[in-house]
């Protein structure tokens, strides 16, 4: 074997090319940036929560909680998602508000800020999260396109490393933890329905997407001192 030398100016790069979004399957501790109340179309009842996400080394991720359904009624997958986070942040009910958001605008070619409806209870806080990458598709140019797109495998309680199962039961002890990173491992690839019409050729709709760049992020709550970002 012939070593490694250190190249100092692949060293100075070497944070310049990363991705910018969370892109990987894994466990992450995640800071709520932004909860935005989000409705489908009249005269669809859908009801949801679009979550901005933020890791330690600023990557990000929106995850959207489609908790009611076009006709009114709970979609439990989402529901239940959004019950365990209100579990592991200790919280009863969310309200809404007006305030911002910063997203993506294409036009600025960088992020923005605009007006939105906001849950403020959610803002700031942080959870701990199984994120399990889920991959889409979309048109460009007459031809699918692949991405990547985060969802929630589970969530739990950052400082305890309890699930909410655990904080309901009174539990003191974090067991769960283990046996769903376990079944994160071992879990097989995703697709969402989109993707697999367009790249089927089932579908002809066009859309777009722009991957979204890390970004600053607000500061840290009182009680969240010796977290690492």
Not at 29 to 50: D, F, H, M, N, T
Not at 55 to 67: E, G, P, V
Not at 107 to 112: L, M, T
Request: charged fraction near 25%; aromatic fraction near 8%.
């Amino acid at each position: 074997m012939s070593g490694y030398a250190l190249n100092k100016e692949g060293a100075k790069q070497a944070n310049d090319k990363q991705s910018g979004y969370i892109d990987k399957n894994g466990d992450y501790v995640l800071k709520i940036e932004s909860a935005e109340w989000i409705a489908g179309q009249a005269p669809k009842q859908s009801r949801g929560l679009r979550l901005t996400l933020v890791d330690a080394a600023k990557n990000k991720a929106k995850i959207d909680l489609w908790f009611q359904k076009g006709d009114g009624t709970r979609n439990d997958m989402s529901a239940n998602m959004l019950d365990g986070i209100m579990t592991c942040t200790g919280l009863q009910n969310l309200t809404e508000a007006q305030g911002k958001v910063t997203e993506y605008d294409k036009d600025v070619g960088g992020e923005a800020e605009r007006n939105a409806v906001i849950c403020p209870e959610l803002t700031n806080k942080f959870i701990g999260a199984l994120i399990q990458i889920e991959t889409d598709a979309y048109m460009k140019d007459g031809s699918p396109k692949e991405i990547d797109k985060a969802t929630f495998f589970g969530v739990y309680q950052y400082k305890t490393l309890l699930t909410p199962n655990e904080i309901l039961n009174g539990e003191t002890a974090a067991k769960q933890i283990h046996n769903l990173k376990e079944k994160l491992d071992s879990a097989k690839p995703r697709f969402t329905k989109q993707h697999k019409e367009l790249m089927s050729g089932q579908s002809s709709g066009e859309g777009s997407f722009t991957a979204m760049p890390s970004g600053s992020y607000a500061q840290k709550d009182d009680d969240l001192d010796g977290l690492p970002f």
